[in-house]
């Protein structure tokens, strides 16, 4: 959103592809104009960013070519190919920027595939979008700032029965803070969500170990060890699960991007220069070219689309570049620090339970990774581990579990990491159906 | 950091309430009412919500796993997961968090038309 309305503002007419029904990422999420909700309760504090980004963004409509509701489900030959209502089209382009958000990471955890589990992002858009809590007692599980701003906006809006479950200790974060002071507001902010849910009585228990989500057909508790070890159980019927966020890189690598490891965030992000830019007339920003959040993504965008404007020849303002650069450098900073004080608990892949399920489509155990990567097969590689095992092969492509598969399959074969390779992406980049390749000339 | 009383742990765990709604509203819907069908049940909905909270503020499925039968009630609610596919009677398959509620929609967690409806 931000880098069309820049491109908008210098006179270009871009072309907004957006898979979700209306454009922009999750951090400033429009709110559903058919429920009652006031963005001022959700979006506390950030409230003016998100109606400045989206006000900006319906006035300048008339010069944006807007296609919502359109999946990009594949970039070649300077087109991009996409699905609109079952219609299959492509879009020859002069620059390219993508912004494709990034999604919740996720470390299994015994019953996570059980109905009342959801993604903590889904849980945070049950809100904005359909005005709906995800159960009547929810608990925010995992490792990630944002479990105290969900959990707080569940509070805001009438939920009671809440309780906060951080599995990175206490003394972790306080060792981070060191990092912190790239973004002190920011900081700040996550202080006085912690004060602010202390004030209303939910409980934040940090440190913990989570156990397993019970429940038959649906979520009826979730068991966790405390720092001390000792095991504890809280009845609910929702858990809203997350460890950090993974970046969305499919279309990145189709449009030919390369990719380099980080080993702060364990994640493998596409390879940019400090405006976005990516290879020619391709730029890549937002949480899908590194982990910063929606201020970093609205900056980033913004970078982009005027560097992709010098690259065309359109004469920009000379500085307009470089506020925004440090902008995003500096947030995507704090963001490195945040993800060493939220850990990704990547040591638990190594003692997950052999019948969890880590693939949630194609049915996958965390013992059938370790058979594979135990079995003399030649090198031991995701990509051969998802050819053997069919991890990361069903509908959502390895979105949810690529993250667990790298950690086990790494932690089973006692190789780094960054050794056991990335995912490789494929057309389409999310399922089609088949009357779609009907419609292809 | 807040440390829970023990009497906020409840050690029984919420039953299984295996047909209670599993999504909660928290805000009043200013759409137009919309009637639609779930599993054979007649239900209403109101214009703006999607196929997802329509369906699971009235039960606590979308689908079931084609592998353990088990159910299953979308995850991500941000087009990334694919585990919130419904169906139509005609066969026709949604994406129930990005497909908006509409009137006459009927929808079903089982395949229609296969043996187990996976």
């Known amino acids: 959103m931000s880098a069309a309305i820049t491109l908008a503002k210098h006179g270009a007419c871009p072309v907004v592809i957006s898979d979700a029904p209306d454009a922009g990422g999750q951090g400033y999420r429009k709110l559903n104009p058919h429920i009652d909700l006031d963005p001022r309760q959700i979006y506390g504090p950030e409230y003016h960013r998100y109606e400045s980004l989206n006000r900006q963004f319906s006035e300048l409509l008339h010069i944006i070519d807007y296609r919502p509701s359109t999946l990009a489900w594949a970039i070649y030959g300077g087109k991009a190919h996409v699905l609109r209502d079952g219609q299959a089209s492509e879009i020859p382009y002069r620059g390219l920027i993508l912004a494709p958000g990034a999604t919740d990471r996720i470390m299994p955890v015994p019953g996570w595939t059980l109905p009342g589990v959801f993604s903590l992002g889904a849980a945070q858009i049950a809100l904005k979008d359909q005005g709906c809590f995800i159960g009547r007692k929810v608990v925010f599980a995992g490792s990630s700032p944002l479990l105290l701003l969900a959990a707080l906006q569940y509070r805001r809006l009438g939920a009671t029965d809440l309780a906060v479950l951080d599995t990175t200790g206490f003394s972790r974060k306080l060792l981070a803070l060191a990092g912190m002071r790239h973004a002190p507001r920011t900081f700040a902010q996550g202080l006085s969500y912690m004060r602010e849910l202390k004030a209303l009585g939910v409980p934040v228990r940090t440190g913990v170990e989570l156990k397993e989500i019970e429940g038959r057909n649906r979520v009826s508790a979730i068991r966790f060890a405390a720092a001390s070890g000792k095991e504890h159980r809280i009845g609910c019927d929702a858990v809203a699960l997350g460890h950090g966020l993974r970046s969305e890189t499919q279309l990145a690598e189709l449009a030919g991007c390369s990719f380099s490891f980080d080993p702060a965030l364990r994640q493998w992000f596409p390879k940019s220069d400090e405006n976005g830019r990516a290879g020619e007339r391709l730029y890549v920003t937002g949480d899908g070219a590194g982990i910063g959040g929606a201020e970093a993504a609205v900056a980033g965008g913004s970078l982009a689309a005027i560097a992709l404007l010098e690259e065309l020849g359109t004469p920009v303002k000379p500085g307009e570049k470089s506020g925004l650069?440090?902008?995003?450098?500096?947030?995507?900073?704090?963001?490195?620090?945040?993800?060493?004080?939220?850990?990704?608990?990547?040591?638990?892949?190594?003692?997950?339970?052999?019948?969890?399920?880590?693939?949630?489509?194609?049915?996958?155990?965390?013992?059938?990774?370790?058979?594979?990567?135990?079995?003399?097969?030649?090198?031991?590689?995701?990509?051969?581990?998802k050819a053997i095992t069919r991890c990361g092969m069903g509908r959502c492509q390895g979105r949810f579990c690529g993250p667990a598969l790298a950690e086990i399959t790494a932690a089973a074969?006692?190789?780094?990491?960054?050794?056991?390779?990335?995912?490789?992406?494929?057309?389409?980049?999310?399922?089609?159906?088949?009357?779609?390749?009907?419609?292809?000339? | 950091m807040t440390e829970p009383d023990s009497s906020q742990t409840d050690v029984n765990g919420v039953s299984d309430q295996a047909e209670l709604p599993l999504l909660i509203p928290a805000a009043a819907r200013t759409g137009a009412i919309v009637t639609f069908h779930l599993d054979g049940r007649r239900l209403t909905a109101h214009k703006g919500e999607s196929v997802l909270a329509a369906a699971l503020q009235n039960g606590c499925k979308l689908r079931h796993s084609e592998f353990t039968g088990e159910p299953r009630a979308g995850f991500c609610l941000m087009n990334a997961c694919q585990d919130c596919w419904i169906w139509t009677a005609q066969g026709q398959r949604l994406r129930a968090c990005s497909t908006p509620v509409a009137d006459g929609l009927d929808l079903h967690t089982r395949v229609p038309g296969t043996p187990d409806g996976r």
């Open chain 1, 413 to 441: 074969a006692g190789q780094p990491i960054e050794t056991v390779g990335r995912l490789r992406a494929q057309a389409p980049v999310k399922p089609l159906p088949l009357s779609a390749a009907r419609s292809e000339p």
């Open chain 1, 325 to 385: 650069q440090s902008k995003v450098s500096r947030l995507r900073r704090f963001q490195k620090s945040l993800a060493r004080a939220f850990n990704w608990p990547h040591e638990q892949a190594a003692t997950l339970p052999d019948d969890v399920i880590v693939c949630r489509c194609e049915n996958v155990t965390a013992g059938d990774i370790r058979k594979a990567a135990g079995d003399d097969l030649g090198p031991v590689e995701v990509n051969r581990m």
